[in-house]
């Protein structure tokens, strides 16, 4: 044991708090590098950081901070004011139906109450609502595991459901 340690022990003081993931860190890291003198870089690199590993950590928050020569709550500041930047990992499934008018009007009312119930007795799913994705003539219009879907059917949207049902 080293006599730094002896000494924090014996002070009863906290232990230090775990290192983050510094793979992760290096990984955010060299993204946000990457747009370093870009006008306005923080939003595409957010975009990136979502991209690469699907949310943003907590820990993300200061590297973004330090390679921007910003304060933490700056970041923080932009990534709380927009929901599309999640902040946990991601579902093994997601599914994000339109429930604008154009989708209405053919169904995605009935479609997401039925994804809904199908989501409440299964594990690790998430669906979501959106009021418009630009597929309204496709309707009813749904996000799919990061994929837009148009003309979806109960079938198509449940299928993934289920097989996560406990
Ligand atoms: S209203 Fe659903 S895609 Fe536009």
Same mark, same amino acid.
């Not at 709380?80 to 989708?103: K, Q």
């Given at each position: 044991?080293?006599?730094?340690? +002896?000494?924090?022990?014996?002070?009863?003081? !906290?232990?230090?708090?775990?290192?983050?993931?510094?793979?992760?860190?290096?990984?955010?890291?060299?993204?946000?590098?990457? /747009?370093?003198?870009?006008?306005?870089?923080?939003?595409?690199?957010?975009?990136?950081?979502? %991209?690469?590993?699907?949310?943003?950590?907590?820990? +993300?928050?200061?590297?973004?901070?330090?390679?921007?020569?910003?304060?933490?709550?700056?970041?923080?500041?932009?990534?709380?004011? /927009?929901?599309? =930047?999640?902040?946990?990992?991601?579902?093994?499934? $997601?599914?994000?139906?339109? $429930?604008?008018? !154009?989708?209405?009007?053919?169904?995605?009312? +009935?479609? /997401?109450? !039925?994804?809904?119930?199908?989501?409440?007795?299964? +594990?690790?799913? %998430?669906?979501?609502?959106? =009021?418009?994705?630009?597929?309204? !003539?496709?309707?009813?219009?749904?996000?799919?595991?990061?994929?837009?879907?148009?003309?979806?059917?109960?079938?198509?949207?449940?299928?993934?459901?289920?097989?996560?049902?406990?």
């Amino acid at each position: 044991m080293s006599p730094k340690t +002896d000494r924090r022990q014996a002070s009863g003081a !906290a232990p230090p708090r775990p290192p983050a993931d510094a793979a992760r860190a290096d990984a955010v890291r060299t993204i946000a590098t990457q /747009y370093v003198g870009d006008r306005g870089p923080l939003l595409p690199i957010l975009h990136s950081v979502l %991209e690469h590993h699907g949310y943003i950590a907590d820990d +993300d928050i200061p590297v973004i901070a330090e390679v921007l020569n910003l304060s933490r709550a700056d970041v923080h500041g932009v990534v709380s004011f /927009y929901p599309d =930047f999640r902040r946990t990992p991601p579902p093994a499934v $997601r599914v994000v139906l339109c $429930r604008g008018e !154009a989708c209405q009007s053919v169904g995605a009312e +009935d479609l /997401y109450a !039925a994804a809904r119930s199908a989501a409440a007795r299964a +594990d690790d799913v %998430e669906v979501g609502e959106v =009021f418009c994705l630009g597929n309204c !003539a496709l309707g009813p219009s749904g996000v799919v595991n990061g994929q837009l879907r148009g003309r979806l059917t109960t079938a198509d949207v449940l299928a993934p459901l289920h097989r996560r049902q406990r």
